[in-house]
């Protein structure tokens, strides 16, 4: 089995006109909205083996608080450059060449790809991800690229703006 979490990344800040778009940080907002997903995250058990992010600082910065909550170390978090300005098509053909010893998968990233991603996998479309929200799905398989051909499993759709006041 198989299990993907794609993560978008949190709010970012427009505040600095001079920094370029890979460069701009998250907003107190977005910090605030990711430490609720994280906290989610972590009170229901979710520990992926490896953690994928855009190299964009705002995806990276979502990744290390998410990290940070659930107990995955920091330093194993992997930057990928191909995960930022790509296409649809270049995340298929990441995501089936993923390792095939990873069997629970996390990746943070932009929209529209991750919206459009994640729609290829849930029965239900979305029409939008927005900034903090998951969506996580399992394939029966064992190799991710079988997942093309093979059942999948929607675990859940979340946004900050879902979880319960009592999970806060």
Not at 130 to 145: L, M
Request: aromatic share 8%; glycine share 4%; net charge neutral.
């Amino acid at each position: 089995m198989k299990t993907l979490i794609l993560i978008r990344h949190a709010k970012s800040s427009w505040q600095n006109e001079t920094l370029l778009d890979v460069e701009r940080p998250l907003r107190r907002k977005g910090e605030k909205r990711t430490k609720l997903i994280a906290q989610h995250f972590n009170n229901i058990g979710l520990k992926p083996d490896i953690i994928l992010t855009s190299h964009a600082e705002r995806a990276r910065q979502t990744a290390f608080i998410v990290a940070e909550t659930i107990g995955f170390p920091k330093e194993d978090i992997v930057l990928e450059k191909g995960l930022y300005d790509t296409s649809v098509s270049s995340l298929n053909d990441f995501l089936y060449g993923i390792e095939d010893n990873h069997d629970t998968v996390m990746i943070f990233g932009h929209n529209p790809e991750l919206t459009q991603l994640a729609n290829q996998f849930i029965s239900k479309k979305i029409d939008w991800l927005p900034t903090s929200g998951a969506v996580s799905v399992s394939f029966d398989c064992e190799k991710w690229n079988e997942i093309p051909s093979v059942k999948v499993i929607e675990n859940f759709i979340i946004f900050p703006k879902m979880i319960k006041k009592s999970e806060r």
